[in-house]
């Protein structure tokens, strides 16, 4: 098999050469010409038949969406857009596809449309673009870790523990087969059927982090969670994609410093290695946005936002410095803001999106929130009342990252579990990690989904996962 991928026959220095090209059917005009996409790049290669050299029965099964194998020679091309193309010396249909049922036609069509047709949407240039990018952060993310000299640690699934003590999981059960387990009303027991042990869909993989940070010194995790919150938002999957870095030996500001490190790696790979799909994305949140008014349009363009991100350092303020601008800003005094805010709320998106769109127009950092919005694992303050927890907005999306310093003192965990009702001696296992060797750590949750929402310039969080998992979606 010798084909060459479009990406590649397009960036080389091809003409002249007799090449095999493999792909869809985008258009074909005048019985003439074929614009082939192979998903490597969103610019379609030119396919030029010669009039009579194909006959009628062939010529009408060149349809969108029909697959096709070609051999011919790579020439220069007179027509616009494309500065090679390729002349057809044989060609196949691989496979047909129904003009009449194909329901991708060569037009604009609306993401809430193609959320309908999910299983099919990769193939427009839009999910094209957006699913190579997810692909080259994804990379990235090993990519920058590895060099860091950080673990790979694959967290499981199904797990006993609640990570977050939010109560938000999906229960896993077995399908009840020949022995299920009872109640004593004869009914089937879900709430142990994990043989015998009530288990659920991993929320967070941080706790088994932890336990590998304490042996390895620096791991991240880069795997599937789940979270039962029925919050139908444009931010909040059932499902997404979470990475976790853990680390021993780090303070706050050293998970700060990473976190910001990292992130801007990412945004980096992205835009050294996808940079037609990005410009094809900022070109496309134009045309979106023309049907805005002025003043609702985004102010950089999407490069130009992403290279800012990368020039210039995060805010890093505290919570209760955050409070303060809130409580002191215009929009609190006109009284825009539908939430309550005083010290103690958990900041509402709305409250966030203020922070980094309207008052620092970039990405800040809030540390040090009240204890009691935060979880059991953050590190007590000497204040009595807040957390060493750190929250990574960004502007268009809100949170991004959360994170923490851990609590490494056995007591004072041990304590805030009780007083939060997490199951102390269940998470025997948790506490060794404090038992054994205990140290200053730090880690925090990147969700995979909003980065890429941030730096496609999407916005809503079901067009960046290939099959969104939300309330009510759940198709195939
Ligand atoms: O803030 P969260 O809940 O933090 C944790 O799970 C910690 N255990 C992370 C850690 O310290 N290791 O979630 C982390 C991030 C959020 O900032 C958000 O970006 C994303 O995960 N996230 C979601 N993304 C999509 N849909 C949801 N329902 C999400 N819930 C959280
Ligand atoms: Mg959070």
Same mark, same amino acid.
């Given at each position: 098999?010798?084909?060459?991928?479009?990406?590649?026959?397009?960036?080389?220095?091809?003409?002249?050469?007799?090449?095999?090209?493999?792909?869809?059917?985008?258009?074909?005009?005048?019985?003439?010409?074929?614009?082939?996409?192979?998903?490597?790049?969103?610019?379609?290669?030119?396919?030029?038949?010669?009039?009579?050299?194909?006959?009628?029965?062939?010529?009408?099964?060149?349809?969108?969406?029909?697959?096709?194998?070609?051999?011919?020679?790579?020439?220069?091309?007179?027509?616009?857009?494309?500065?090679?193309?390729?002349?057809?010396?044989?060609?196949?249909?691989?496979?047909?596809?129904?003009?009449?049922?194909?329901?991708?036609?060569?037009?604009?069509?609306?993401?809430? #449309?193609?959320?309908?047709?999910?299983?099919?949407?990769?193939?427009?240039?839009?999910?094209?673009?957006?699913?190579?990018?997810?692909?080259?952060?994804?990379?990235?993310?090993?990519?920058?870790?590895?060099?860091?000299?950080?673990?790979?640690?694959?967290?499981?699934?199904?797990?006993?523990?609640?990570?977050?003590?939010?109560?938000?999981? #999906?229960?896993?059960?077995?399908?009840?087969?020949?022995?299920?387990?009872?109640?004593?009303?004869?009914?089937?027991?879900?709430?142990?059927?994990?043989?015998?042990?009530?288990?659920?869909?991993?929320?967070?993989?941080?706790?088994?982090?932890?336990?590998?940070?304490?042996?390895?010194?620096?791991?991240?995790? #880069?795997?599937?969670?789940?979270?039962?919150?029925?919050?139908?938002?444009?931010?909040?999957?059932?499902? #997404?994609?979470?990475?976790?870095?853990?680390?021993?030996?780090?303070?706050?500001?050293?998970?700060?410093?990473?976190?910001?490190?990292?992130?801007?790696?990412?945004?980096?790979?992205?835009?050294?290695?996808?940079?037609?799909?990005?410009?094809?994305?900022?070109?496309?949140?134009?045309?979106?946005?023309?049907?805005?008014?002025?003043?609702?349009?985004?102010?950089?363009?999407?490069?130009?936002?992403?290279?800012?991100?990368?020039?210039?350092?995060?805010?890093?303020?505290?919570?209760?410095?955050?409070?303060?601008?809130?409580?002191?800003?215009?929009?609190?005094?006109?009284?825009?803001?539908?939430?309550?805010?005083?010290?103690?709320?958990?900041?509402?998106?709305?409250?966030?999106?203020?922070?980094?769109?309207?008052?620092?127009?970039?990405?800040?950092?809030?540390?040090?929130?009240?204890?009691?919005?935060?979880?059991?694992?953050?590190?007590?303050?000497?204040?009595?009342?807040?957390?060493?927890?750190?929250?990574?907005?960004?502007?268009?999306?809100?949170?991004? /990252?959360?994170?923490?310093?851990?609590?490494?003192?056995?007591?004072?965990?041990?304590?805030?579990?009780?007083?939060?009702?997490?199951?102390?001696?269940?998470?025997?296992?948790?506490?060794?990690?404090?038992?054994?060797?205990?140290?200053?750590?730090?880690?925090?949750?990147?969700?995979?989904?909003?980065?890429?929402?941030? /730096?496609?310039?999407?916005?809503?969080?079901?067009?960046?996962?290939?099959?969104?998992?939300?309330?009510?979606?759940?198709?195939?």
């Amino acid at each position: 098999n010798n084909r060459v991928k479009i990406k590649a026959l397009l960036a080389g220095d091809t003409i002249g050469q007799e090449v095999t090209v493999m792909g869809w059917v985008r258009t074909f005009r005048n019985n003439q010409f074929i614009a082939l996409n192979d998903g490597s790049t969103n610019n379609n290669l030119q396919i030029v038949v010669e009039l009579g050299q194909l006959d009628d029965a062939t010529l009408k099964r060149i349809t969108t969406g029909a697959s096709l194998r070609v051999t011919g020679e790579v020439v220069a091309s007179v027509g616009k857009g494309q500065t090679v193309e390729v002349k057809a010396k044989q060609l196949d249909i691989l496979g047909d596809s129904d003009a009449e049922k194909y329901p991708l036609q060569p037009k604009r069509h609306s993401p809430e #449309f193609l959320r309908e047709i999910a299983h099919l949407r990769f193939r427009t240039n839009t999910f094209g673009a957006i699913f190579r990018v997810r692909h080259s952060l994804a990379f990235a993310v090993h990519k920058f870790f590895n060099e860091q000299g950080f673990v790979y640690l694959h967290t499981p699934i199904i797990t006993s523990s609640d990570a977050e003590g939010a109560g938000e999981m #999906f229960r896993v059960t077995t399908l009840p087969a020949t022995n299920p387990p009872l109640n004593d009303d004869g009914s089937v027991n879900f709430k142990e059927d994990f043989f015998g042990k009530s288990t659920n869909l991993t929320v967070s993989g941080q706790l088994e982090g932890e336990l590998g940070a304490m042996a390895f010194s620096e791991i991240y995790t #880069f795997g599937p969670t789940f979270r039962a919150e029925n919050s139908n938002t444009t931010r909040h999957l059932a499902e #997404f994609w979470m990475i976790e870095p853990e680390m021993a030996f780090y303070d706050l500001e050293d998970n700060m410093d990473l976190a910001e490190k990292f992130i801007k790696y990412i945004i980096q790979y992205a835009m050294d290695h996808n940079r037609e799909d990005l410009e094809f994305l900022a070109q496309r949140l134009v045309e979106e946005e023309k049907q805005l008014p002025q003043d609702k349009r985004s102010e950089l363009g999407l490069i130009e936002k992403l290279e800012f991100v990368l020039n210039n350092g995060f805010e890093r303020i505290t919570y209760t410095e955050a409070i303060d601008i809130l409580l002191n800003s215009p929009a609190y005094k006109k009284k825009k803001f539908q939430y309550e805010v005083k010290w103690g709320i958990d900041m509402q998106s709305e409250h966030e999106r203020y922070l980094v769109e309207k008052h620092f127009k970039k990405p800040v950092i809030v540390t040090n929130y009240p204890k009691d919005i935060k979880s059991f694992y953050m590190r007590q303050n000497d204040d009595g009342k807040t957390v060493a927890a750190m929250d990574i907005l960004a502007p268009g999306i809100g949170e991004i /990252v959360g994170g923490s310093q851990r609590e490494e003192r056995l007591e004072l965990l041990e304590q805030r579990m009780r007083e939060m009702h997490v199951p102390v001696e269940e998470m025997s296992w948790y506490l060794d990690t404090r038992r054994f060797g205990t140290v200053p750590h730090a880690g925090f949750g990147l969700g995979f989904e909003r980065i890429v929402l941030f /730096v496609t310039g999407m916005t809503n969080i079901r067009d960046v996962i290939a099959f969104a998992r939300t309330p009510k979606n759940c198709e195939f």
